[in-house]
C-alpha cells in the first residue's frame, strides 16, 4: 500500500507564526509540500528563512515548496528564486482555505502541550527599526466570540494552556473590548481551560483591567514579555516608541509589588547614533527591571526603515554590546532559577515527555519521560542550571 504524501510546515520567528502554521497545517490535507512560514524582523531572520527553504528542497527534493510569512512577503521575487520554490504566498492569503485548495478552515487540535491562538495581526505604530508593518499591514483583531470559541475548542480538545498571540498584542480591540476584555471573556467562558499566557506585550497599552488581570487572577500565568527595545530616552525618540524608560520601570515596578511575575523583554544592542553612555542605560534596564529573559538582538537595519539612513553603529559594536546584555541577563536568570529550589511548581508536560514550563515559563526537566503528555504536573524543584530548573515528580 502506497503511503500518503506528508506535508510539512516549517516555522520561524514570532509566537504569531506558530500559531498560524498550525492552522495552515490543518489545510494542507495529504500532499507532498513543505510550506516554510518565514520571519523578517532581523536580517539574520532572513538568512535564516532561506536557509530553512534550502535545507527543505535538500531533504524533499520531490516536494513542493511554498515560502510564505514575513521575509517572503518582504522581498517575494527573491524568495521564488530560490531553488524548489514553487510559489510564494502573502501573509494576507496564507490563513485562507482556497490558498491550500479548498480544504475547511477549522481550528486544529494541539499538537504541543501549550496552543497558540492568533487574536489580533498587523501594527498602526511605525517604529524606525521595523520592517513588520510592511509585511503585515494596519492592526486589525478577531472578534472576541470567534477567539473565546476557538479557545474553548481547543481546551476541549485537550490543551491545558493557550497562548494569546499577535504583532501588536496590546493593540486588540473589538469595538469596546479590549485585551483585558478579551482575557476576562476567555476566563468566564472557557472555565475548563487552566492556564493562559500572553505573549510580547507593550508596557505603554497595559491597562487596568489587563493590570488587574495579571496581577490577580491566577489561570493567567504570572510571566509578560515585554517590547521595551531600549532603556536610554533619546535612544527609545529616535526608535518611535511611545514609552520612556521611567515609564518601563514604573510599570514593572507595579506589577512586580502585586505578583512575582516573570519579566522577559525585547532588547536591541548598537541602534543608530547609540553611544556607551546611551548603551550603558540599556544594561542598566535589565538589573532595575529584573529582566530574566532577555530576547536581545544586535541592531539590523532593514530596507526602507528611516532608522537604516541614520548614522549607524559599527556592527561588531552591536555584536559585543548585544554579548554583554545577554550575560547580564544570564546573572540574572541564573539567581532567579537557583532561588526556586526546594519549591514546588506544576508543569504541562511536553514532548518528548521529559520537560515543561513552570507559570513563570521556566524550563524544567525531569530525570526521565513520561507518558501522560499534555498533563498538568506538579514538581519539586531539586536544582537548577544556567538556563533551566531540575525537578521531579510529587
Known amino acids: ?9 516549517v516555522t520561524l520567528g514570532c509566537r504569531l507564526n506558530l500559531a498560524e502554521s498550525e492552522t495552515i497545517r490543518g489545510l494542507l490535507g495529504a ?35 511554498v515560502a510564505t510569512g514575513c521575509a517572503a512577503q518582504l522581498d517575494p521575487d527573491g524568495f521564488a528564486a530560490l531553488p524548489g520554490v514553487s510559489r510564494v504566498v502573502g501573509n494576507a492569503a496564507k490563513l485562507l482555505p482556497a490558498t491550500w485548495g479548498g480544504f475547511p478552515n477549522r481550528a486544529p487540535a494541539p499538537r504541543h502541550a501549550r496552543a497558540f491562538v492568533g487574536v489580533q495581526n498587523g501594527c498602526d505604530h511605525a517604529c524606525t527599526f521595523c520592517a513588520i508593518p510592511a509585511g503585515r499591514g494596519p492592526s486589525r483583531s478577531d472578534p472576541a466570540g470567534a477567539v473565546v470559541a476557538r479557545v474553548a475548542a481547543l481546551a476541549e480538545a485537550g490543551a491545558r494552556e493557550v497562548v494569546l498571540t499577535g504583532v501588536d498584542l496590546t493593540s486588540y480591540a473589538d469595538g469596546e473590548v479590549t485585551l483585558g476584555g478579551l482575557v476576562e471573556r476567555i476566563l468566564a467562558g472557557v472555565p475548563a481551560l487552566p492556564r493562559l499566557r500572553l505573549s510580547s506585550l507593550d508596557t ?71 553611544d556607551e553612555a546611551m548603551f550603558a542605560n540599556t544594561l542598566a534596564l535589565i538589573d532595575d527591571c529584573q529582566i530574566v529573559q532577555a530576547h ?70 525531569l530525570a526521565g519521560p513520561r507518558d501522560d503528555i499534555g498533563q498538568i504536573l506538579t514538581t519539586r524543584v531539586t536544582g537548577a542550571t544556567d538556563d533551566h530548573l531540575i525537578g521531579t515528580p510529587i
Open 204 to 274: 505603554i497599552e497595559i491597562d487596568e483591567r489587563l493590570f488587574e488581570l495579571v496581577t490577580g487572577e491566577p489561570r493567567v500565568m504570572p510571566h509578560l514579555h515585554l517590547s521595551l527595545q531600549a532603556g536610554d530616552d533619546l535612544i527609545l525618540k529616535r526608535m518611535k516608541r511611545r514609552h520612556l524608560r521611567a515609564d518601563a520601570v514604573r510599570m514593572i515596578e507595579r506589577l512586580k509589588a502585586k505578583r512575582d511575575i516573570a519579566i522577559g523583554a525585547d532588547l536591541i544592542a548598537g541602534f543608530p547614533t547609540e
Open 1 to 9: 500500500m502506497t503511503a500518503l504524501p506528508r506535508p510539512d510546515v
Open 31 to 65: 500532499r507532498d509540500m513543505v510550506v516554510v512560514n518565514t520571519c523578517g524582523v532581523t536580517n539574520e531572520a532572513v538568512k535564516q528563512s532561506r536557509a530553512a527553504i534550502r535545507r527543505a528542497h535538500r531533504a524533499r527534493p520531490g516536494a513542493e515548496i
Open 296 to 365: 536581545v538582538f544586535p541592531y539590523s537595519p532593514r530596507a526602507n526603515t528611516p532608522a537604516a539612513r541614520m548614522p549607524q553603529v559599527a556592527t561588531e559594536v552591536a555584536r559585543e554590546r548585544a554579548a554583554r546584555l545577554r550575560a547580564t541577563s544570564a546573572r540574572l536568570r541564573r539567581a532567579w532559577l537557583a532561588g526556586m529550589i526546594g519549591s514546588q511548581q506544576a508543569i504541562v508536560l511536553e514532548k518528548p515527555g521529559d520537560r515543561g514550563h513552570t507559570p513563570g515559563f521556566a524550563e524544567l526537566r
